[in-house]
């Protein structure tokens, strides 16, 4: 069964400043494609970035960027230029090519000080 | 056009009372998935739909549980004889054919069983 682990529960930057969130996952599959979501306290689950695993480049999109290891099974998310409003959990997700349901780590929550 | 929608917004309810959640999927979006969040944890899969079939429905905790979807439009998820551990937040999902594993999350509902 596909795992998603991401191992820091809580993570603190300072405005303008970079934060990097990690993400492992576990999987036998060699298609599949990881998410990142955002989720303020709104509980509106927002897509943040993807990735499919065949593709080699890191997705960026603006601020957001990710770290993709497929041989580590590693997919971290860096968010620069930390702004108040990315104060929300963060959480990793996976799923195998042409599946139906995500696989969710247990979310990060990010604090932005001003 | 609008985004997935589900109502109530919040729910409570006493333990031993049926309930039902409704998810109104984005327009056009064939596929529709239910997952449940418990505080401060990551979203479980519940059930998919593909039209008005479910082909997998291994999520679903128990058969207190049910839900059905009327053609490629409104899902409904009911729980029979609430119980306390019931209490969570229930997010709805969908998906375009042609982007199948990209999911769009509605707000969710907020049950609460007391």
């Known amino acids: ?114 | 056009g609008a985004g997935v929608s589900q109502s109530p917004s919040n729910k409570v309810t006493e333990k031993g009372k049926d309930v039902e959640l409704r998810c109104d999927p984005i327009s056009g979006h064939t596929a529709l998935y239910w997952y449940r969040q418990r505080l401060g944890q990551g979203l479980e899969f519940l059930i998919y739909f593909q039209g008005n079939s479910a082909p997998d429905k291994s999520g679903l905790p128990s058969d207190r549980f049910s839900a059905e979807r009327t053609g490629e439009s409104v899902s409904t998820l009911t729980i029979q004889r609430t119980q306390q551990e019931d209490s969570a937040v229930y997010l709805c999902a969908s998906t375009p054919q042609w982007i199948q594993e990209t999911q769009y999350f509605g707000p969710g509902t907020r049950l609460l069983v007391l």
């Not at chain 1, 990735?51 to 603006?62: C, F, M, V």
């Open chain 1, 1 to 114: 069964a596909q795992t998603v682990t991401q191992s820091q529960p809580e993570m603190s930057v300072q405005e303008a400043e970079t934060v990097t969130l990690s993400c492992t996952y576990d999987t036998s599959e060699s298609d599949y494609y990881l998410f990142w979501y955002k989720q303020p306290p709104s509980r509106q689950m927002i897509l943040v970035i993807r990735q499919e695993a065949y593709k080699q480049q890191n997705a960026t999109e603006n601020r957001f960027s990710v770290n993709f290891q497929k041989a580590a099974k590693s997919f971290s998310l860096k968010i620069s230029d930390s702004q108040l409003g990315d104060a929300a959990m963060y959480f990793c997700a996976y799923i195998k090519a042409a599946g139906n349901k995500l696989t969710f780590g247990g979310g990060t929550r990010v604090l932005v000080k001003p």
